[in-house]
């Protein structure tokens, strides 16, 4: 079964401070890498992406960091804000049928 | 407005009692896919559809259908709901071309099966 593995489970960050989770993956087929947001009662919202013949994409204060050698990739959010407090998930798609999510990380930032 | 919408949001039954949750979408989305939450486990796919009569298992499929007659809707049923099967569900859909990438997802349905 593909796996992603997803860090830390939970993260507290102050305001203005940099968050950053963590996911690593074993399947080399793998072809996209997304990231989704999930705010309390919600369901999740695509936030961003990139593709493996990418290092790196950023989107605002959202970038997403890519190792391909290491099977790594990671999620930078910078200037973090109270707003940002939520579930994040990062995953990872094999062909068009399947979306393998990570476990999740409770993202908490203080004011 | 372009949603995936879920009914019921919030159920409360018991063991053994045959249950519906309905997903429909506007989008004209070909690809729509079931998913669980529970804590500690993430998002976990109970099963798909890449079209109208295309049907496929996820990583968890047992103890559920489903069903794709038309295109915006993708009903998930539970013949013979046990606890385990308590938790959030969550259905998505996505256009054909990009398959699983984009993923809209409805608001949730959380079933308690006492």
């Known amino acids: 079964q593909q796996q992603v593995k997803q860090s830390p489970q939970s993260l507290i960050v102050q305001k203005g401070g940099i968050s950053i989770i963590n996911c690593a993956y074993e399947?080399?087929?793998?072809?996209?890498f997304p990231w989704y947001q999930q705010f309390p009662g919600k369901g999740p919202a695509l936030l961003i992406a990139?593709?493996?013949?990418?290092s790196e994409k950023k989107e605002g204060r959202f970038t997403i960091s890519f190792n391909k050698s290491a099977k790594q990739f990671s999620l930078h959010i910078m200037d973090s804000q109270p707003g940002d407090s939520a579930t994040y998930f990062c995953?990872?798609?094999?062909?068009?049928?399947?979306?393998?999510f990570g476990k999740g990380t409770m993202l908490l930032v203080s004011p | 407005e372009a949603q995936v919408t879920q009914n019921p949001r919030y159920l409360i039954t018991v063991t053994g009692k045959k249950l519906t949750v309905t997903c429909s979408q506007n989008?004209?989305?070909?690809?729509m896919s079931w998913y669980r939450q529970d804590p500690g486990l993430g998002l976990r796919q109970i099963y798909y559809?890449?079209?109208?009569?295309?049907?496929d298992k996820g990583d968890v499929p047992e103890g559920y259908k489903v069903s794709r007659k038309e295109k915006r809707n993708f009903p998930l049923i539970l013949e013979s709901p046990s606890p385990n099967q308590t938790s959030l569900y969550f259905c998505?859909?996505?256009?054909?071309?990009?398959?699983?990438?984009?993923?809209?997802f409805g608001a949730g349905s959380r079933l308690t099966v006492l």
């Open positions: 995953a990872a798609r094999m062909g068009y049928s399947t979306l393998t």
């Open positions: 989008m004209n989305h070909e690809y």
């Open positions: 998505a859909s996505s256009t054909g071309i990009s398959g699983a990438n984009v993923l809209t």
């Open positions: 399947n080399t087929a793998f072809d996209y």
């Open positions: 990139i593709r493996p013949d990418v």
């Open positions: 559809s890449m079209n109208v009569e295309v049907t």
